[in-house]
């Protein structure tokens, strides 16, 4: 009698170790595109940066995981088009692409700004001041409508360069006056790649140039992603309240600051 109960027992054991099991595999992933843009996401930063690392743990309360897939802007739209990603972080505003995405709610606002050599005693409050002067830009990126229209209208000229590097190169050759970029990458960016003393002669303006939001597309060819994009919105606001939000942002910054600034 007391081997029958001692197999029982082992069944039970064995069929509950198989239960759980189960349920681990069949753990809910999504596969989601992301490009180079440190701090908010990077595969050098810790957690994949801030933005990741927010959106991981977001969907994390509801027992679903998240995989990154670094490539470019254009190659990362195109997989996810055609379906090989479910999703993508980007500063797409929703109403360019809501026939296509599901769109969460705002992640962040990054704000874009000029950089300048403080020496150059840079002052601008309207795009009509950046008459006389010549400003730098960077291939493909988006400044906001406003400079735009300036741009077309001659109120200004434009001196593009490849990448924002290239832009930081020629403000420190004194080869343009300003460069617009997102502020906090363009910070990453410059204690990356310059020495100190060359950083030390550059900051940025306080009056910005464009802020856009930065959100979680879920493509919407899959209709479960309408469901998934509803979770994420609701945990997004759970770590909001619980100060979690915060946290992730500082501690972003921590590791930014320890590895690069104070290196």
Known sequence: ????????????????????????????????????????????????????????????????????KFQPAKRTLSR????????VIGN??????ENKFYTSDSLVIDTISFFYLISSEFEWNTFDD??????????????????????????FQVDRAPGNLQNFGKLLKMRIHAFPMSTLPGYVLLYKNFKAEDISRITNHSKPVHSTHL?????????????LIEIF????????????????????????RETYVNK
């Open 130 to 155: 950046l008459k006389e002067i010549t400003v730098g830009g960077t291939l493909g990126y988006d400044y906001g409508q406003p400079f735009y229209q300036a741009e077309a209208s001659n109120v």
């Open 80 to 87: 996810l088009e055609h379906g090989k990603l479910d999703g």
């Open 215 to 227: 959100y979680l597309l879920l493509s919407k060819t899959n209709k479960k992603n309408q469901r």
């Open 233 to 256: 919105n609701r945990s997004l606001k759970q770590l909001r309240e619980q100060g979690k939000y915060d946290q992730y942002f500082d501690e972003t910054l921590e590791f930014f």
């Open 1 to 68: 009698m007391k081997s029958f109960n001692l197999t029982i027992l082992l069944l039970i054991f064995v069929l509950m170790i198989f239960v759980f099991s189960s349920k681990g595999f069949s753990q809910e992933r999504l596969v989601i595109g992301a490009y180079e843009f440190p701090p908010y996401a990077s595969e050098e930063f810790k957690d994949n940066g801030f933005l990741c690392k927010l959106i991981s743990e977001s969907f994390a309360m509801e027992g679903i995981q998240v995989d990154y």
């Open 92 to 97: 797409y505003q929703a109403s360019e692409f």
